[in-house]
């Protein structure tokens, strides 16, 4: 009898409280809230920055665009398209244009090439694989005005490294700054130098996502390593590789210490402007002379577009890859 006097009845010890669910609940749509809306929360800092300083200078360079401003004397007068006009019509510009576009071709192709084949190297086996792959990260690290500086020397016209190599073999020096297709030789190799190993590690990161099994299927069948590097590394990679063209062409347009410091911090970019480049010539109208705003504006508007144009060439050639991979 004493030993049921306490107890409970088991229905009531099993049933829970009434008022729990009703106090989970505020706790349970915090959660959802959070899971739904955290994420634009912790990225809103970038967009912000990114309105601040990117987006905004873009669109106010449209707008100061269509002034006839001149940042000394201060004059601001609405000119419509006026700037545009006169810079189709401005051979200086297309000058500065055609140099753009040699100067990054000539640095673009064997940039990319040459850091093609050094990430396929250092992909193998080798001794001391890890300081390579460090080492060739090395010039991209270096200061780009201490890199100018150096290679300026190196091609100078006069007691520069190169003519006097030219001179020992029995050639004629060559005027490195005079000659529009030398001086841009000279500038793309002191960006191939640059920018070859930073390519080369992305390439390199790509080749190690490629199964393992792919190439040791293909060694049984006899394929050689020259086969393998262009039947299954090439076309695994090459989403990646158009990446590295991407990027390079939004760099390549707007290529501007390197040419600055090839030509002793001048921005006429040589005597009659034979390696001036296009950021250059707008930092020139822009900063120098009459310092004419609104024309610099509009120049950087359409070297904005140029850009726009190449990059959606690429992402095209890029989207058409991968659906061609997935097929």
Do not use: C
């Amino acid at each position: 009898m004493s030993s049921t006097v306490g107890a409970v009845p088991p229905s009531a010890a099993a049933s829970p409280p009434q008022s729990t669910p009703q106090h989970r609940r505020p706790s349970f749509r915090l959660g959802r809230w959070d899971i739904k809306y955290s994420p634009y929360l912790y990225i809103a800092p970038f967009f912000l920055l990114f309105g601040v300083f990117g987006l905004f200078p873009v669109l106010y360079t449209v707008y100061v665009s269509l002034f006839d401003y001149e940042l000394l004397s201060g004059t601001k007068e609405f000119a419509g398209l006026e700037n545009y006009r006169v810079l189709l019509a401005d051979a200086q510009f297309w000058n500065a244009a055609y140099n753009t576009v040699g100067i990054f071709i000539l640095s673009t192709v064997p940039q990319l090439v040459v850091a093609l084949i050094l990430a396929n190297l250092l992909n193998r086996q080798m001794r001391a694989r890890t300081v390579l792959r460090m080492g060739i990260l090395i010039p991209n690290i270096t200061s780009v005005a201490a890199v100018g500086i150096i290679f300026a020397l190196i091609f100078a016209d006069r007691y520069g490294l190169i003519n006097w190599l030219l001179g020992t073999v029995g050639f004629d020096p060559i005027a490195w700054r005079d000659n529009r297709y030398a001086s841009w030789f000279a500038i793309s190799f002191m960006v191939d130098w640059r920018w070859t190993g930073y390519n080369a590690l992305i390439y390199l990161g790509a080749m190690q996502a490629i199964p393992k099994d792919l190439y040791e299927s293909a060694a049984l069948d006899g394929a050689s390593a020259w086969r393998q590097f262009w039947t299954i590394t090439v076309p695994l990679i090459r989403p990646t590789i158009l990446f590295t063209v991407v990027i390079s062409t939004i760099g390549g347009f707007q290529i501007f210490t390197e040419p600055l410091m090839y030509g002793f911090g001048l921005v006429r970019g040589g005597a009659d402007h034979q390696f001036q480049t296009l950021a250059m010539y707008i930092y020139e109208q822009t900063f120098t002379g009459n310092a004419e705003y609104g024309y610099g504006s509009a120049m950087s508007w359409l070297l904005f577009m140029m850009i726009i144009i190449f990059a959606l060439i690429n992402f095209a050639l890029v989207r058409r890859s991968v659906k061609g991979e997935k097929k």
